[in-house]
């Protein structure tokens, strides 16, 4: 098996890019597997980029949270990888329009929108095409995948979604009004279009996991199916028993 490797800029993790590729080599473009070393940031830059190619990504913690990574081990790593465990995601695409022109991004945890300024954002829903709620005062709004419905969207209070589910989950950041509305849970081919009222008076920006587009005006957001890449598990620590396991932690 060929192994390429990938780090974060963090001094740990760009140590252990050092030692990897002295002990297995560094097969680049021939590579089986692309090895990522660092925390979920880099786990998420790292898919973007395997986009055209839909090569499988092992991760390895040399970063911060790394809920998206196995536990850092030199030892028989060609080996861990074959055994490992594949869990396939789904990005979503958001096409952002701005004054500027069309912004169109991929996000394999979320789309967020912003307020960008102490004003209040107003937003409009609409779910395939119906209108399903005129306005929403609110410090933001985001779709999440079940891969990363753990992630900011279950610190926003949104659902956790099994890793195997075709749901998207629809979360209000800081509902101001309507007050007690708590969100939605969305079929996976759910178109969503997100559109800002008042832009001039209360710009919002668009997050795609971590890359912001400033100032849009309305942001579509859909499951895209052609795009589904490979994570690679050790056996007993795949994504869905993460998540089942975040579900029960106190």
Known sequence: MKLSFTASARP???????RLRHTYGEAGDSADVIVALGGDGHMLDTLRRRLKDKKPVYGMHRGTIGFLMNEFDETDLQERVAKAEPIRVRPLVARCETAAGIVEERAFNEVSLFRQ?????????????????????????????????????????GPILPINSRLLALTPISPFRPRRWRGALLPHRSVVRIEVLEADRRPVSATADNVETRNVTAVEIREDTAAALTLLFDPGHALDERIVREQFEV
């Open 12 to 18: 740990e993790a760009q140590e252990a890019l050092r």
């Open 117 to 157: 300024t102490a004003q209040t954002s107003k937003l409009r829903i609409f779910i395939d095409g119906a209108e399903r709620l005129p306005e929403l005062s609110c410090d933001g709004l985001m779709v999440a995948t079940p891969a990363g419905s753990t992630a900011y969207n279950f610190s926003a209070h």
